[in-house]
């Protein structure tokens, strides 16, 4: 499983993005996708995922009502479309997909850098 993200950038704060994780390879064995972040002098944290059948989504406390996760399945894709940004949310966002069971499997994507200035 290979993820490319893009869609970072410099947003001025209150301001909105969308970011993109373009999935491919064996896509069907993935279970859950997601995304995560880490600011400067943070550890990394998960943003949001969503399930394989984008039936069941999760977030950060930190970020509900703000961002919101979806897929477009024909273009294999996901996006993490960022609202009312905030200085805080300024981090390299990195996108994440998970097999699960007894081969567990961890994919990451390059990150992107999003910055929100004050």
């Known amino acids: 499983v290979q993820l490319q993200a893009s869609g970072g950038g410099l947003v001025q704060a209150g301001g909105s993005l969308r970011l993109s994780c373009a999935v491919s390879?064996?896509?069907?064995?993935?279970?859950?996708i997601g995304w995560y972040r880490q600011g400067p002098g943070k550890q990394r944290e998960l943003v949001a995922t969503?399930?394989?059948?984008?039936?069941?989504?999760k977030y950060a406390d930190s970020v509900v009502g703000r961002f919101t996760i979806s897929r477009d399945n024909a273009k294999s894709t996901v996006y993490l479309q960022m609202s009312s940004l905030k200085p805080e949310d300024t981090a390299v966002y990195y996108c994440n997909a998970e097999k699960f069971g007894h081969d567990y499997r961890n994919y990451w994507g390059q990150g992107t850098q999003v910055t929100v200035s004050s």
């Open positions: 390879g064996s896509t069907f064995s993935i279970n859950a």
């Open positions: 969503m399930s394989s059948s984008g039936g069941s989504k």
